[in-house]
């Protein structure tokens, strides 16, 4: 039987990453920002500041451990076949830019933005021809209409998913008109999730698919295809979407 401050949501893993659990975290409902945080050592700090923290923490550990033929990655052909010439294309929390960035910088010129400064060394690293600039994807400090596509893997799956509406606007603002979008989205209702991952305290927030493809179109962008990519037992949603000519023309 479950206690008040118990949860049945609770006693399952994260649908997306099931069977990456590395230690049994003892399980409370701590009310803190509204959020509902496992009763780990991440409980007093906020989840922009864990996210942070964890991947500069466990950029190399997350990187041997990153996929460069799977599924997802293979998604990517789609975007840079409907590139233009000489595009500018924005990875948006590119992480260590491999794959993602690395693949898209063979055809592309590549801006990555990461929140994650230890992640963007690594992207420099990897990928010497891309431009990295260290900021929030809640913010992007980009101009209105500068790149021809957007890339997002595994980032706004760790944002509040309150924010996801203002980040996908972000998104939409910076594409110029028909630019284009492919972006890894919550598949899944979860309003707020805390594991261990590579050994450190991490936090996923995200909509089931149909709000996660709403909030797309409502920021003005049109749906190209929209597929879910197994992992483990869960997955994910990728979305392709385009910008309409005009943001007004919703
Ligand atoms: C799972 S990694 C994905 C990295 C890369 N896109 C890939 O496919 O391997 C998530 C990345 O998103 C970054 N990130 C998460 N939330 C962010 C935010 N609000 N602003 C900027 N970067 C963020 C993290 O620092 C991390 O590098």
Known sequence: MLLPHESTHQAAQ??????????PLTRRVVPYLGLTLSDDDSRD???????????????AAYLSSRRRDSPD???????VVRLPPRARVL??????GVPIAQQLATRASVVGVDFAEVQLGLAKHHVPTGVWVCADLVALPFADASFDAVCSY???????????????NGVARVLRPRGLALLC???????AWTEQYHNAPMYWSHYDAATSISLVKAAGLEIVW??????????????LAQRLSGRGDR
């Open 91 to 96: 990875d948006a929390g590119c992480g260590a």
């Open 185 to 191: 989205l919550g598949a899944v209702d979860l309003p």
């Open 45 to 59: 700090m906020d989840p922009r500041t864990q996210v942070r923290d964890s991947y500069n923490r466990i950029a």
């Open 14 to 23: 994260h649908p997306a990453r099931a069977g990456r659990l590395r230690r």
């Open 154 to 168: 595994y980032a706004i799956i760790h944002i509040p998913r309150e924010q996801h509406a203002s980040v996908l």
């Open 73 to 79: 990655v293979a998604l990517l052909d789609d975007l």
């Open 226 to 239: 929209d597929r879910w990519v197994a992992e483990g037992t869960g997955g994910h949603l990728f979305v």
